[in-house]
């Protein structure tokens, strides 16, 4: 019998461009530093600095406004330069600088100005890296490349929580040494950043043009608006994840492990984000959000049906799957519908209009939650999910389908 042939095509991993891998990587270093201050930062606020329960509100809700406003300038300017990888070290190091402020805040305009200049530097580097990530990655692997990149993120997204766990057993909830050392993860993400990447060369000859004037946003085609309003519909479903927190303490389970639901949640996210996204690169964009939305249903169902154990972690590992098919997906049909020199704009316009979406639809939640019960905030998300799957299948699309 003859040996097997081996296969000539080298796997989907070893296709997808250095500089993915490095944008990824710096995700997960930025993810482990921010998580760490951030699983602790309202407790930190109310039981160290004495802040009320609606000033964390009120705080929470003004930076993330801030970073959604500034994705847009920053994703213009990006295209407007032609150049991507400053903006977004510009936005990796205030990220990075903002940790040191966290340890030492001793009241509460010193923590606002650290939180402030965090979420700046999110929206600083958020729409031009999506935009670097499409300039390396070959149309053929955007999705996988797509997928990687989240699914490195997500990877910090649980390991900064339980690195910060850990460590205040270990040092018997020392907030500020645990703020000092997640500085190191940060700093460590601006180095490799910037001596890791080498952005693609700029075309030459290449004229400079505002991109957010009328001329060039009428360059954005149908296909990319109907991904824009998809994706918004589709945030409304997808209301903030903390109302998984909520249903967990509703579900019998000891305060001290209601945080390994995120984690669990975001364990499942990071695994399933790049075998979606290498996925999407061979069918369908619009059949597997699809398919997405269908999951996003059934989670909300087993989420609204019962509040036991049982049912918390079946409905938060079909999340997990839900966010692994969509998030890069969308991430790509973004890169595919915006013509190249106007991809920073394209991604910061698709940011700003899913945060505002979150916004509404976390408020909708809430506001359904304290009226008629937790149920009903889920069941209102897998009624939107009906709507967006209805947009899905009546609009075509003018690109992969």
């Known amino acids: 019998m003859p040996p097997p042939i081996p296969d000539p095509t080298p796997s989907t991993l070893r296709r997808i461009p250095a500089g993915i891998w490095v944008l990824g990587f710096v995700s997960l270093l930025m993810d482990v530093s921010s ?12 039981t160290v600095l004495g802040t009320s329960v609606l000033a964390v509100g009120i705080i929470e809700g003004l930076a993330e406004s801030i970073a959604l406003i500034v994705k847009v300038f920053s994703g213009a300017l990006s295209d407007y ?28 305009g010193g923590l606002v100005s650290a939180r402030l200049l965090d979420r700046v530097g999110k929206g600083i580097r ?12 070959p149309p053929e692997l955007r999705g996988a490349a797509f997928g990687l990149r989240q699914a490195l993120d997500t990877v910090g997204a649980f390991v900064g929580p339980l690195v910060a766990v850990g460590l205040m057993l270990l040092w018997a909830n020392d907030f500020r040494a645990i703020f000092w050392v997640a500085a190191i993860p940060g700093a460590l993400a601006v180095l490799l950043l910037f001596f890791g990447l080498r952005e693609p060369a700029k075309a030459a000859g290449r004229v400079r043009t505002n991109p957010v004037r009328r001329e060039n946003v009428k360059r954005l085609p149908a296909a990319y608006w109907w991904v824009v309003g998809v994706g918004a ?4 479903a997808r209301f903030s994840e903390a109302f998984l927190v909520l249903r967990a303490q509703q579900s ?8 390994l639901v995120m984690v669990a949640m975001n364990v499942i996210y990071a695994a399933s984000a790049y075998p979606f996204g290498k996925l999407s690169d061979g069918m369908s964009h619009r059949r597997l959000l699809g398919l997405g939305l269908v999951v996003l249903i059934a989670a909300d169902l087993v989420l609204a049906a019962g509040a036991n154990p049982f049912a918390l972690f079946g409905g938060v590992a079909l999340w997990g799957v839900h966010m692994g098919m969509t998030q890069g997906l969308l991430a790509a049909m973004v890169a595919d519908t915006a013509p190249p020199d106007l991809r920073g704009t394209a991604f910061g316009v698709f940011n700003l209009v899913s945060g505002v979406a979150m916004l509404v639809a976390s408020v909708l939640a809430g506001g359904l939650w304290d009226a008629f019960g937790a149920a009903s905030t889920f069941y209102a998300g ?3 999910c009906l709507v967006a799957l209805a947009v899905t299948a009546r609009v075509p699309p003018r690109h992969k389908t």
């Open 35 to 46: 998580e760490m201050i951030h699983s602790l930062l309202p407790m930190f606020m109310v």
């Open 81 to 108: 330069v032609g150049r991507r990888k400053g903006l977004t070290l510009v936005g990796y190091g205030l990220g990075a600088l903002s940790k040191p402020l966290f340890a030492l805040s001793t009241g509460l």
């Open 126 to 137: 958020g729409a031009p890296r999506d935009a670097l990530v499409a300039d390396i990655a």
């Open 233 to 236: 519909i589709f945030t409304l």
């Open 252 to 259: 019998g389970i000891a305060p001290a492990f209601v945080p």
């Open 382 to 384: 897998a009624a939107f």
